[in-house]
């Protein structure tokens, strides 16, 4: 990974946590939960404003109940990553419009929107899809399936050649006014990632993404996210 020259366009980031914590059986959002000691979402945020990635401002993306929790926690780990903190929507999309509304004053970037709970996402993966988005104008980090995919139909199921599928990770980067356009557009129930949205415009550049960038949704993610993390503590 090169930076020695650093972006040419400015860089954004959005960072969406709305669980409620729901599957993981939690007496608290999975954003908020531990991981070594430390809030997931604390993780998240580190890995965004590495000085190396050049970040001009992180927005994260919060239930405006959740507002309280998030600043208490701050203060309990001295949290002093510059951030703004913006109240999410009913659904994923009126949360990533929402933070992108925030972002009304740039005139040209690239913004990333990335899962709150994938606190695993390499500095070499943000970088190499920031700027693939500055070079083709939408990317996003995905990975091929490991086992085999079947389709469902009306009679069953079928094999699907799971050479020609892929399965899609955050971080997501586009150029801002690409996402400003396709977030001007009436939200469908097929969107259930910004590429999603993106794609009538515009065509969707995969990058080489790393099955160690899990998204904590169940207990077992948790423990996967401990080991992995402290594995890369340990290598570094």
């Given at each position: 990974m090169s930076t020695s020259k650093g972006p040419t366009l400015p860089r954004f980031a959005i960072l969406v946590a709305g669980g409620s914590g729901t599957r993981m059986g939690a007496d608290r959002p999975k954003q908020f939960?531990?991981?070594?000691g430390e809030p997931v979402l604390l993780h998240t945020?580190?890995?965004f404003t590495e000085s190396v990635l050049q970040v001009q401002q992180c927005v994260v993306v919060l239930p405006a109940n959740q507002f309280t929790t998030?600043?208490?926690l701050c203060a309990q780990h001295g949290i002093s990553i510059p951030h703004t903190v913006v109240a999410g929507g009913v659904t994923r999309w009126a949360s990533v419009r929402n933070g992108l509304k925030f972002l009304s004053e740039p005139t040209e970037g690239i913004v990333?929107?990335?899962?709150?709970?994938?606190?695993?996402?390499?500095?070499?993966?943000?970088e190499n899809t920031y700027a693939a988005a500055a070079e083709h104008g939408a990317a996003?980090?995905?990975?091929?399936p490991k086992d085999s995919v079947r389709g469902l139909s009306k009679e069953g199921s079928y094999a699907m050649d799971r050479s020609r599928l892929r399965l899609v990770q955050?971080?997501?980067c586009f150029e801002l006014n690409l996402l400003r356009r396709a977030y001007e557009l009436p939200e469908l129930p097929t969107f259930t990632d910004d590429a999603s949205v993106v794609?009538?415009?515009h065509t969707i550049h995969l990058v080489a993404g790393d099955y160690s960038n899990i998204k904590i949704t169940t207990p077992e993610d948790l423990v996967l996210a401990e080991a992995l993390m402290r594995a890369r503590q340990t290598a570094d």
């Open positions: 939960m531990e991981l070594l945020l580190r890995r998030w600043h208490q990333a929107v990335h899962d709150g709970v994938r606190p695993l996402a390499s500095t070499t993966i943000i996003i980090a995905a990975v091929a955050t971080p997501q794609e009538d415009l």
